[in-house]
């Protein structure tokens, strides 16, 4: 072996001379990092001392805090708040106290550091990111739309509102609330149940998920807290896990499964207008959302949509109930706080524009659109409208109702960029004139209001006023109109004397499944107790049951509405005679009923005020109380434009309509009778005089023995 080469011990010295250098500086180290036993103990009591002084505090503390308050939920967010201020408080007399060991002090205090107190427009400042679909990428910055930040901020954890209802035009951030919201809950707070509902379970896979996805994805907080395997049975269609078994529930509002079982603190409701207002025969959606929450004493839930519905708008009845806030913005030039509003030619204020003179063929185009000050009558320019958002705020209508906070906001407020502009909202207008489909739209997406139609109504309270007790009316003889609905029957039985002069006799409601036999067996018994001469039957619903009972009963006809205002309420005697004889052989026959004509027949009759000739009487009953004239005059006739025509068309004003439709029935039972009841003598005995009908004998309707 060469001399030059290191012998086996040298190497063996070297490798022990290491060892030993590595050894001591792990002694010296551990040294350094070490401290003796009694500086720990001085600290920690010291330490100690200080949260026994701030646990005697505490209890008188609370005390101040929640006094005179008697609110379950307010006085969980003050208490909240009392006991962040005591560990702020401790953490800064830690820094003041002098310890042995000022480590201990540190340590002490990061672990004792309560969870930040932020708000969700906070979290989304802080972690929100776009990438895609919007005009500005990038971070999300509130303050670019600053009307939404006290909306979010009523959904944070320590917010006392437990409702928040958001009805608006299309395009000004009310979705946005929703998906920073989700944001807040999973990566801030990440232990809370949170379940999405949109209107149907499609538009969920086509538009909910894909969203959702699109967030956690362009969000890197959001996006290593979920697993992105479509496999994986945490990420499905309609159930989102993450954190410590949390779970985002996604339900359509047409399916009563979805929105089943699960109890869960926090909703939101996306487009709660699309809602039916009956969901597989469960009752109203919004019921059964309101179930999943009884058991959480600090529940939230956030409604939010575009009106679309015509009177019965549900996201208005939501705003009716909070406490109705608007967004005030202040004039640039006298400084006076305003709401925005559409305005027009016809108003003293609101938008203002300038139209081009027509040049040959070509129309006038909008030249140029100012806001109109209602203070101090000086036009504003579009250009403002970020200075004013900057500084406007919100002002409730009914300041008293704090637990159901509601806004409103239209177009006109898109920010300068992001949304709509001014002349594009007028150039809207003029289109649709002319158009009331058209104009519908634009009240409803660019204004955020429900569309009321002008139209022919009656007045409930007016026909209330004409309850009476009869006494011994002279009736000829008696009809019934029945409407059939999935979960029960409702019948009305009138009776007919001279003149078509008409007497309600009862409105009842006979409850059960309209698919099995015993609901039926109860009609024929009402029925043949009350002695009507003819029933008319609605087979618009459970058709296969009402053909079936119809075909044993002559005096029972099924009949099917047809829209159409041309359309008589029954057929002319000869076009009948004729449709007869050509189904003749397929059973039972349906009669068609122009319902159009039927309700504005019903409409005309409620207008005669006189006893007489056409008079409808309502009894003095329970039956007949404010639900039943609701559902009577639950409809109007409007005008409505089709390009250029007029057309009459018969619109709802409420969902249950009932009342209407079994009267039209039951008028419409009475002309299939052909009684012509004009020369219908009032008896002067108990004895009713003959009837006299308008058809031969030999092709009158059967009546019931």
Same mark, same amino acid.
Request: aromatic share 8%; proline share 5%.
């Given at each position: ?33 070490? #401290? ?9 009591? +010291? ?80 972690? +929100? ?56 809950? &999973? ?19 086509? $538009?909910?998920?894909?969203?959702? /996805?699109?967030? &956690? ?11 992105? /395997? ?123 524009? *300038? ?24 036009? @504003? ?8 958002? %900057?500084?406007? !705020?919100? @002002? ?136 009507? !001469? ?13 053909? %079936?009972? #119809? ?84 409809? *109007? ?24 439709? #079994? ?21 002067? $005995?108990?004895?009713? %005089?003959?009837?006299? /009908?308008?058809?031969?004998?030999? !092709? ?6």
């Amino acid at each position: 072996m060469s001399a030059a080469l290191t012998s086996m011990p040298d190497l063996k010295t070297q490798e022990a001379k290491l060892n030993a250098t590595i050894a001591l500086k792990q002694y010296q180290q551990a040294q350094d990092e070490s #401290c003796l036993s009694g500086e720990v103990v001085m600290s920690a009591m +010291r330490v100690r001392s200080l949260m026994l002084s701030i646990t005697n505090k505490m209890q008188s503390a609370l005390m101040d805090a929640i006094e005179n308050t008697h609110d379950e939920t307010r006085t969980h967010y003050l208490m909240t708040d009392c006991l962040l201020d005591l560990m702020h408080s401790l953490s800064t007399q830690i820094d003041n106290t002098n310890t042995p060991l000022p480590e201990f002090n540190e340590y002490f205090k990061r672990g004792a550091k309560p969870r930040d107190l932020i708000t969700v427009s906070q979290w989304a400042d802080r972690n +929100r990111w776009l990438e895609s679909g919007t005009n500005l990428p990038g971070r999300w910055n509130t303050a670019t739309t600053p009307y939404l930040r006290e909306i979010m901020d009523d959904l944070s954890e320590h917010s006392p509102v437990r409702s928040v209802t958001f009805i608006k035009s299309s395009g000004v951030g009310g979705t946005e609330v929703m998906y920073n919201w989700v944001g807040y809950i &999973m990566h801030h707070l990440q232990n809370k149940d949170l379940l999405c509902v949109v209107p149907t379970l499609e538009l969920r896979e086509r $538009s909910l998920n894909p969203r959702l /996805s699109k967030m &956690m994805e362009e969000t890197p907080v959001l996006k290593e807290l979920v697993n992105k /395997s479509t496999r994986n049975k945490a990420n499905r269609g309609d159930l989102l896990e993450y954190g410590a078994r949390a779970r985002i529930i996604k339900a359509g509002a047409n399916s009563p499964d979805s929105l089943r079982s699960d109890h869960l603190p926090y909703v939101e409701a996306d487009e709660v207008d699309a809602f039916p207002w009956d969901v597989g025969g469960e009752g109203d959606p919004m019921t059964l959302i309101e179930n999943r929450q009884r058991t959480f004493s600090r529940a939230k839930s956030y409604f939010v949509s575009t009106p679309t519905k015509d009177e019965a708008s549900r996201i208005d009845i939501l705003y009716k109930r909070s406490d109705m806030r608007r967004y005030h913005v202040p004039c640039p030039h006298c400084g006076e706080f305003q709401t925005l509003k559409f305005g027009g030619k016809d108003f003293a204020y609101g938008l203002k524009w *300038k139209m081009s003179l027509p040049v040959d063929d070509e129309p006038a185009q909008v030249e140029s659109v100012q806001y109109l000050c209602e203070h101090c009558g000086v036009y @504003i320019d579009e250009g403002h409208k970020t200075e004013m958002l %900057a500084k406007g !705020r919100w @002002i409730a209508e009914r300041p008293s109702i704090k637990l159901h906070h509601g806004y409103h906001l239209n177009a006109l407020y898109s920010p300068v960029g992001l949304g709509i502009g001014w002349r594009a909202i007028v150039e809207k207008w003029l289109q649709c004139q002319g158009d009331s489909s058209e104009l519908k739209a634009f009240i409803n997406t660019y204004l955020g209001e429900v569309f009321k139609e002008q139209g022919d109504q009656q007045d409930p309270t007016a026909l209330i006023m004409r309850l009476e007790v009869y006494d011994n009316p002279s009736i000829a003889f008696k009809t019934a109109g029945v409407d059939v609905q999935k979960d029960r029957l409702e019948v009305t039985i009138d009776g007919w004397g001279k003149d078509e002069e008409n007497w309600t006799l009862n409105h009842l409601v006979i409850p059960g499944d309209t698919a099995a036999q015993d609901v039926w067996d109860e009609l024929d018994e009402v029925l043949r107790e009350a002695g009507v !001469r003819l029933a008319a039957i609605d087979s618009g619903y459970n058709t296969s049951m009402v053909y %079936a009972f #119809c075909e044993k009963r002559k005096w029972c006809v099924a009949i099917k509405g047809v829209e159409g205002a041309g359309r008589p309420l029954i057929e002319d005697e000869k076009k009948r005679r004729a449709r007869l004889r050509a189904k003749r052989k397929r059973g039972v026959h349906v009669e068609p009923l122009g319902v159009d004509q039927g309700k504005a027949l019903v409409y005309s009759r409620l207008k005669i005020t006189t006893p007489g000739p056409g008079y409808i009487h309502y009894p003095q009953e329970p039956d007949f109380d404010d639900e039943y004239f609701a559902q009577l005059t639950a409809e *109007k006739l409007v005008t409505k434009m089709r390009g250029q025509r007029p057309i009459l068309e018969w619109v709802k004003t409420r969902p249950r309509n009932e009342a209407i439709d #079994c009267k039209v029935y039951s008028f419409a039972a009475m002309r299939l009778c052909a009684v012509d009841l004009s020369k219908y003598v009032i008896p002067t $005995s108990g004895q009713a %005089a003959p009837l006299v /009908s308008s058809r031969k004998p030999r !092709r009158r309707m059967i009546a019931r023995k």
